[in-house]
């Protein structure tokens, strides 16, 4: 009787920490480690479609926005003064996807993130111009 009980005991740790290592991998698959790095569109595509609660985030002007953005996202203006406070009303422990017309923007915008301390953060390699060529 007590062979089962240890066997059931150990049994329920060992699908309990499989089903936290799932979680976990489906988060942010970074195995803990900090991501912060410009990816294809390819990558971006894949990442926007398997990654649960995301924050798409478009950088660019608000004029830009409105001519045509990738659904779902959000506009928080890199040129705005209140970029940084904006970014700090975000959920730093979610993936965030970023982008902007070509990348130069996103590029800034990444190293801003980075010192906010976003754990998750793609960018968009050529911007929504890569995008919807």
């Known amino acids: ?4 009980n240890f066997l059931f005991s150990l049994f329920a740790l060992m699908a309990f920490s499989i089903g936290i ?3 976990n991998n489906s988060y942010a698959q970074t195995d803990g480690a900090k991501v912060a790095k410009r990816v294809s569109k390819t990558e971006f595509k894949k990442k926007l479609m398997t ?3 995301i924050q798409l985030i478009d950088v660019r002007t608000a004029q830009e926005y409105k001519a045509g953005t990738i659904t779902g996202a959000k506009n928080i203006d890199f040129y705005s003064s209140q970029f940084k ?5 975000l959920d730093k422990k979610k993936p965030t996807l970023i982008f902007c017309h070509s990348g130069g923007r996103s590029a800034k915008a990444l190293q801003v993130f980075k010192s906010l301390g976003f754990d998750y953060v793609l960018e968009l390699e050529n911007g929504y111009s890569g995008w919807v060529e």
Do not use: T, Y
Not at 1 to 4: G, H, V
Not at 85 to 89: I, K
């Open 51 to 53: 990654l649960d609660q």
């Open 85 to 89: 406070s904006e970014l700090n009303q």
């Open 21 to 23: 290592a799932q979680f």
């Open 1 to 4: 009787m007590k062979n089962s």
